[in-house]
T-cell receptor, first 114, second 116 residues
Framework: SQQGEEDPQALSIQEGENATMNCSYK?????LQWYRQNSGRGLVHLIL?????REKHSGRLRVTLDTSKKSSSLLITASRAADTASYFC??????????????FGTGTRLTIIP | ETGVTQTPRHLVMGMTNKKSLKCEQH?????MYWYKQSAKKPLELMFV???????ENNSVPSRFSPECPNSSHLFLHLHTLQPEDSALYLC???????????????FGPGTRLTVT
């Protein structure tokens, strides 16, 4: 599987419900980031969690990181139609120190049904 | 928008054409990137520039030629492309810092390239 592989590949929920997406990775990391992409547009950075952190919040977003399992989850609470987008996790590998390189997953396509 | 602009937004070119994609960032960042995004594939890193120096070439075919004249501008020169090169090409920038917490990237809107 790819470094930074999201699960599920696609998710449809009703507006107001919570959406949870998962990401698995393979190597040791400095940090893990989540990005959002609206159709055919650039990616927008949502949140960064460092390898020594276990949980982080930003507005309606909650990210967890389990480095022993090499996995992360992104929770969006009280979803809105505007949350419809693709969500990607990206990892900053410890071996790439000094190169500022991220490895992205294949993404989860989230659809919020009004 | 995010402070990273890309032109053109859409480009259709034949396999024998030569064209260039342009990226400009107004964020004062020192690292810039080119990515290729194809349908149902992970985002593929193509090139990385730190302080105008190329630090990563991710086995990209020579028909793609990057240029970074200064830390605000990045070009991708294209020649004799193949139909499988059709994709969304994204430019990004990030602060260049020894603090590993500053590796978030800021993306432009992309150029949708179609090779006919």
């Amino acid at each position: 599987s790819q470094q930074g592989e999201e699960d599920p590949q696609a998710l449809s929920i009703q507006e107001g419900e919570n959406a949870t997406m998962n990401c698995s990775y393979k190597t040791s990391i400095n940090n893990l980031q989540w990005y959002r992409q609206n159709s055919g547009r650039g990616l927008v950075h949502l949140i960064l969690i460092r390898s020594n952190e276990r949980e982080k919040h930003s507005g309606r977003l909650r990210v967890t990181l389990d480095t022993s399992k090499k996995s992360s989850s992104l929770l969006i609470t009280a979803s809105r139609a505007a949350d419809t987008a693709s969500y990607f996790c990206a990892t900053d590998d410890v071996r790439d120190f000094g190169n500022e390189k991220l490895t992205f997953g294949t993404g989860t396509r989230l659809t919020i049904i009004p | 928008e995010t402070g990273v602009t890309q032109t053109p937004r859409h480009l259709v070119m034949g396999m024998t054409n030569k064209k260039s994609l342009k990226c400009e960032q107004h964020l004062g960042h020192n690292a810039m990137y080119w990515y290729k995004q194809s349908a149902k594939k992970p985002l593929e890193l193509m090139f990385v520039y730190n302080f105008k120096e190329q630090t990563e070439n991710n086995s990209v075919p020579s028909r793609f030629s990057p240029e970074c004249p200064n830390s605000s501008h990045l070009f991708l020169h294209l020649h004799t492309l193949q139909p499988e090169d059709s994709a969304l090409y994204l430019c990004a920038s990030s602060p260049r810092s020894m603090d590993r917490g500053e590796s978030e990237q800021y993306f432009g809107p992309g150029t949708r390239l179609t090779v006919t």
